[in-house]
């Protein structure tokens, strides 16, 4: 019977989570929900230096808000220091580690002087066979392998080979007694019995050490899986020049975490031609044979098509709740129905929630302020006789509808035989104080008749006084 697949996701909580991180994350709990598998979340904390609870509770934050729940965890790597240690010590009473007490002003300099003849700047192995014992900073090395190959069979990239020789004796425990992240992350990935490990291509480097630690262990080596990184449109890694990247510096710019989702599974995974997906078309759909084997470059453009979608098709009652961090200070107290019946107007015309909110604040306005010349140009003594009769007209209205209210305008136009955009332009200012708004028409019906005919009659109160 096959083992169960067991993925992971073990960032470091030495800042926020990163796009990058977020999409590995992704790639993990997808391959794990497509499978039938556990996904499990492991905190690597040993860093005590740089590892803060702030950041822990960005990374969970983050997670959460992207909806990748994890069956297992969060384990916490700083808690299981002790299982590290016995592993060291496992290895040390097998001969296949060894104290060392070089220097770190003798590493730098035997770095030098391999640079300088053009070898390659690893460890030497100068205390590998002295049978040294512990010292106050000394530190523990992997007795490596001298000969041969090792091999990364990487399920996205290929096979790819490396001469063990080209290997240094790795440390595995620093001279504080904390293991080495290279040692650590075997110790738990083979202890938490994950089948595949799937992450960033950064760490192809590592990997040929680490399965030489799992071998020498005796624990089954994981699949490898490498994925390969996010650029910016310069082709440099992305970093915060080409835009935020941080998860929840999208959310608090407005953006949906289902767009952000989609998005960062695009970036080096694709079906067909097919931009839009469900959750669940995701989990069916995902497979790392899908995966790209080059760079994935970070299009903003492309996030905020996928958000403007994600905002359209969205329901009304999670706009709503979504927006609650957004919305003007009158919007807070603002009847549900009529909030509902703003978000249906800009849902179609809005590409964030921020956007959204911005161009929301006129509806919930107790008095409209003008763009600056929009009332100066459209507001004018001319048409103050039409805003009157507007005005007038409104309440007489019965079918007060998108559709009644076409039919009202189309009518009142004709009657007095003018355009209807002699009246369009200076009604909107009336009515939004902005150039740019939703189809009158849809204003009109959002704002209700008692909103309209007050709007209208401060807007002939403004021309009254401009004489």
Not at 8 to 14: D, G, H, K, M, N
Not at 401 to 407: D, H, I, M, N, R
Not at 433 to 441: N, P, R
Request: hydrophobic share 40%; aromatic share 10%.
């Amino acid at each position: 019977m096959t083992a169960k697949i067991r993925t992971r996701f073990a960032p470091s909580p030495t800042g926020y989570l990163h796009v990058g991180g977020a999409r590995t994350a992704l790639f993990n709990w997808l391959f794990a929900r497509h499978h039938q598998g556990v996904f499990v979340l492991r905190i690597e904390d040993t860093d005590q230096a740089r590892s803060t609870d702030k950041s822990t509770k960005a990374i969970l934050d983050a997670m959460a808000w992207l909806g990748l729940t994890w069956d297992e965890g969060p384990f916490f790597q700083a808690q299981r220091v002790g299982l590290h240690r016995e592993m060291v010590q496992k290895l040390l009473a097998e001969k296949k580690a060894y104290y060392c007490t070089c220097t770190t002003e003798e590493l730098e300099e035997k770095r030098k002087k391999a640079l300088a003849t053009g070898e390659k700047p690893k460890y030497d192995g100068t205390c590998r066979d002295k049978n040294l014992s512990k010292t106050q900073n000394s530190v523990v090395r992997f007795r490596g392998d001298l000969t041969g190959t090792t091999v990364v069979k990487d399920l996205i990239k290929g096979n790819i080979t490396f001469n063990n020789e080209e290997l240094d004796d790795l440390i595995i425990e620093r001279g504080d007694g904390y293991p080495t992240y290279n040692f650590a992350v075997v110790i738990d990935d083979a202890l938490m019995n994950i089948t595949h490990v799937i992450r960033g291509d950064d760490h192809v480097n590592n990997t040929p050490r680490q399965i030489l630690l799992y071998q020498a262990l005796g624990f089954a080596v994981p699949q490898f899986a490498h994925v390969p990184m996010i650029l910016g449109s310069d082709k440099a890694r992305l970093s915060k020049r080409h835009g935020a990247t941080s998860v929840m510096a999208y959310k608090d710019m407005g953006f949906l975490p289902e767009a952000l989702v989609n998005y960062l599974v695009r970036l080096g995974w694709s079906a067909g031609d097919q931009e839009i997906f469900s959750l669940p078309e995701l989990i069916d759909l995902f497979s790392l044979e899908a995966v790209g084997k080059s760079p994935a470059i970070f299009n903003p453009d492309k996030l905020m098509w996928l958000n403007a979608h994600y905002i359209k098709e969205a329901k009304t009652d999670r706009l709503a709740e979504e927006l609650r961090s957004f919305w003007p200070a009158t919007a807070k107290s603002a009847d549900a129905e009529f909030t509902k019946k703003v978000i249906a107007d800009l849902q179609p015309r809005s590409k964030t929630l921020i956007e959204m909110a911005s161009f929301a604040d006129f509806y919930f306005a107790d008095t409209i302020n003008y763009e600056n010349e929009a009332g100066q140009k459209f507001l004018t003594p001319d048409i103050a006789e039409y805003l009157s009769a507007v005005a007038a007209e409104i309440p007489q209205i019965e079918d007060f509808s998108k559709a009644g209210l076409e039919v009202f305008l189309r009518d009142f136009t004709e009657k007095r035989n003018i355009k209807f955009k002699v009246i369009a332009q200076p009604l909107r200012i009336a009515l939004t104080g902005k150039t740019v708004s939703a189809g009158i028409d849809e204003v009109m019906f959002t704002l209700g008749k008692e909103r309209v005919v007050k709007r209208t009659i401060a807007a002939i109160s403004y021309i009254e006084k401009k004489k």
